[in-house]
């Protein structure tokens, strides 16, 4: 190539976020009409934040949030607990038996 140097180029790679699996039960499924979905997430994330992104998506969870519980990977966590990738975070509205 005319003697000239062959530097490369440094290429920026934007980062590839990770995903979650998101789980819907009862009637946050019903509403939705589906049981789940994946999500990115990001370096930072908390349940809440996700569970913000996911109320931007689909608004009809708006009504639920207020009285959700969390769970991630099967045990129960609040608010504030990080979310990391390849997590399964699962939201579970009030339910009632008899």
Request: aromatic letters at 8%; proline letters at 7%; glycine letters at 8%.
């Amino acid at each position: 190539m005319n003697g000239q140097d062959k530097r490369q180029r440094a290429v920026a790679i934007p980062y590839t976020r990770g995903v979650i699996t998101v789980l819907f039960f009862a009637s946050i499924a019903q509403a939705l009409g589906l049981r789940r979905t994946t999500m990115a997430v990001q370096p930072g994330d908390t349940v809440a934040t996700v569970r913000d992104r996911l109320v931007d998506e689909y608004p009809v969870l708006k009504p639920f949030v207020e009285n959700l519980m969390y769970a991630l990977d099967e045990e129960y966590a609040g608010a504030s607990t990080p979310v990391s990738e390849g997590t399964t975070l699962a939201l579970i509205p009030p339910v009632s038996g008899g």
